[in-house]
C-alpha cells in the first residue's frame, strides 16, 4: 500500500511538473516563430504602421528579436524554478502600456507561465500586435484558451499589475489599491561616460538613446559627462543614427524643441537631428537628451541612488559598483533579461507570493 501511494504521489508530481513543461514548451515555440523568416513576413507587419507611426516595421522586428532571444528553454526553466507548478486559480487584471511595440508582453508571459489567468486590457496604441503574438501562442497550445481574456474593462480579477504615467498612476492607485498589486509610473534610464570610451561604445550608445525612438523606460534621457568632455565628439559617433530623422513624428518633435530653445536662447548642441542641453532634469523631452558635468563619479552615484525611483537603468563602461540601479554595457539597456523587470520590482516574485 505504501508503495502505490509513494508512485500515486510521484504520478502527481510528475503531471504538474509536466503542466509546467507544456507552458514553457508553448513559449519556446513561440519564440521560434518570432525570430524566424516567418514571423518577419507576417502580414501585420505591414499594417501596424499605419496604425501607430511609432511601431516601424524596424521596431516591431527588433522587438519580435528581442523577445525570442528570452524565450529558450534553459533561460525559462532556470527563471521558472521557482514558479508554481500547477495552474493558480486566480487571475491577474493587467492594464498595459503602448509607448513601444509589445512592451507588456512580459508581464502576460510571467502570468500565463505562473499558471495565472490573464485578464489583460491592451492599450489604445497596441496596433493590434498583442492579438497577434497571443493568437500564435494559441494555435501553438490551446489550452492557453482558458487563461487568457482581453478585456476593455477589468472586472472579477485577484490581482493587479498596471503600467502607466505618474498621473495614472493615482488613478490606478484609486481603483485597484484594495488589491495585491504592482503600479508602475514613469522611469527613465541614463549614461555615466568617463570620456576613455571606443568610438565603437559611443556609437553603441546610439542605440541606448534612439531605438524606439527614445521612447521607453530602458531609453537614455541623461548622460554624466566627465569636466570639459568633447560633445562634438560624441555627436561623431552618432552621426549613423541620422536617419532617425526622416522619421515625420520624430522629426516633428526635433523641430519643435529646437525652436523651443532657439526662441528662449537656451544653451544647446545640435547635430541635425537630436538636441543636447545642459538640464539637472533626468527626463527630457523626445529628440533631447540632457546632459551634465562630472567631477567626482562618487557624486554621479550618489546622484543615480537618490533617484533610484525614478530610474529604470544606467548604461556606462565604468564600475559604478554600489549604485542600486540595475547597470548595461553601453548599447544594451534596451536587451534587458527574463528578470531585468520593469520599474526593478520582481513581478514573478509577486506572483509567487500571492499564488
Known sequence: MANIQQNNKRIILNSKILIL??????????????????????????????????????????????????????????????????????????????????????????????GFTAMIKTSSDDAGLTNFVLD???????????????????????????TGSNNSA?????YFGKYPHIIRKNRNSLAVLSGQET?????????????YFGLGCRSVSKIFLPKAYSIPHLFDQLESFHPIKDHFKYNNNY???????????????????????????????????????????????????SHSEEIQCVTTEMDLQGVESPVFALGNSQCPALDDYADNVDTLAFLVANQ
Open 21 to 114: 513543461q507544456q507552458r514553457i514548451d508553448a513559449f519556446v515555440k513561440l519564440g521560434s516563430f518570432l525570430a524566424s523568416a516567418e514571423g518577419a513576413e507576417s502580414p501585420i507587419l505591414h499594417a501596424v504602421s499605419t496604425k501607430n507611426p511609432w511601431y516601424t516595421r524596424a521596431n516591431v522586428l527588433q522587438q519580435f528579436q528581442a523577445i525570442a532571444g528570452n524565450l529558450t528553454a534553459a533561460k525559462l526553466e532556470q527563471w521558472l524554478a521557482n514558479a508554481p507548478q500547477q495552474d493558480v486559480p486566480k487571475t491577474v487584471g493587467l492594464v498595459l502600456a503602448g509607448n513601444l511595440p509589445l512592451v507588456g508582453f512580459h508581464d502576460i508571459m510571467t502570468v500565463l507561465l505562473a
Open 136 to 162: 500564435k501562442l494559441l494555435e501553438i497550445e490551446p489550452q492557453f484558451r482558458e487563461k487568457i481574456k482581453l478585456v476593455e474593462r477589468l472586472e472579477n480579477f485577484d490581482l493587479v499589475i498596471a
Open 170 to 174: 493615482r488613478y490606478f492607485e484609486h
Open 199 to 211: 568610438p565603437e561604445q559611443l556609437t553603441a550608445l546610439g542605440h541606448d538613446i534612439f531605438d
Open 255 to 305: 523641430d519643435f524643441n529646437k525652436s523651443i530653445y532657439l526662441i528662449n536662447k537656451n544653451v544647446h548642441f545640435d547635430n541635425g537631428f537630436l538636441l543636447l542641453k545642459e538640464d539637472d532634469a533626468l527626463a527630457s523631452p523626445l529628440a533631447v537628451v540632457h546632459y551634465a558635468y562630472y567631477e567626482n563619479i562618487q557624486d554621479v552615484k550618489e546622484y543615480i541612488n
